[in-house]
């Protein structure tokens, strides 16, 4: 075979699993926008019927996924932002100040995020009740700050050790101390890293589940438990459901969409010197 049959053939290929792996979006895509009448039909139905957007109007109407949804949005947005403004210091901190022991401390921060979640729900369960901080804005965001922490810090402190430390030094001799240079000097050349890290946060945050099962009953409740309870006594309601996955799915394809490029720099920082 040449080497063009070769090229069609892995085109072909890579085709073929995109396919494959775009199907299931498709199809819920495609559910979310079927009437009741469609969605029941003993075949599948897939393009002779009329798209309706009346499972996104009882989706918002009935299950209340516009609180919902701010709900998630804001958990994860303040919690994102605080894991990454403590990650940025902390991962510095054990790249350039020649701590000792740095590596076994990274190692430790990293350990933690091994931890399963189900070994530590209930003592937090206890100490939020304790506390008031069950059902809470506050209760969700400061419990995925502790979630997304260690594993933000072992990821930022990747990056930074992949940042030329000739800058650092140019810098230190021009009389910057180390706040200064994290601030104007490595925060700029780190970005993409920064967004990779707020990126994986974001998406760890956005499909939590058992951490909003056990502390959330109503007002806090995030998007995952809100789509768990979407099931009658008797049925599943398909159409509002579907519609709930594409709502859920749309914010997170937007983020991805839009920082590619930053993902692309920051997967790849320090692979060439």
Request: no cysteine; aromatic share 12%.
């Amino acid at each position: 075979m040449t080497r063009r049959g070769w090229q069609r053939g892995s085109d072909v290929l890579a085709a073929t699993i995109v396919a494959f792996w775009l199907m299931p979006l498709y199809w819920i895509t495609l559910t979310s926008l079927k009437p009741m009448t469609a969605i029941n039909t003993a075949t599948p139905v897939f393009v002779s019927f009329t798209p309706t957007i009346d499972n996104y109007a009882e989706l918002f109407n009935r299950f209340e996924f516009s609180r919902v949804l701010r709900n998630s949005v804001i958990i994860n947005g303040l919690s994102t932002a605080i894991v990454v403004t403590l990650a940025l210091p902390a991962a510095y901190a054990l790249t350039r100040m020649h701590m000792r022991g740095a590596d076994r401390i990274a190692l430790f921060i990293l350990s933690l995020r091994f931890m399963p979640g189900v070994v530590v729900v209930l003592p937090y369960y206890l100490m939020y009740q304790r506390l008031g901080l069950t059902d809470t804005i506050g209760g969700m965001i400061l419990i995925y700050v502790a979630f997304g922490l260690p594993f933000a810090i072992w990821l930022l402190r990747g990056f930074l050790q992949d940042v030329p430390l000739d800058v650092e030094e140019a810098a230190r001799l021009d009389g910057l101390g180390f706040l200064a240079i994290l601030l104007l000097i490595i925060a700029p050349m780190a970005r993409a890293g920064i967004a990779v890290t707020a990126i994986f946060t974001i998406v760890f945050g956005w499909n939590e589940y058992l951490y909003a099962l056990v502390l959330t009953i109503d007002r806090a409740t995030t998007l995952p438990i809100r789509i768990s309870k979407m099931i009658d006594a008797y049925s599943v309601l398909w159409g509002p459901l579907s519609a709930a996955v594409v709502v859920q799915l749309v914010p997170m394809v937007a983020v991805i969409f839009f920082l590619q490029r930053h993902i692309v720099r920051g997967l790849t920082l320090g692979a060439v010197k």
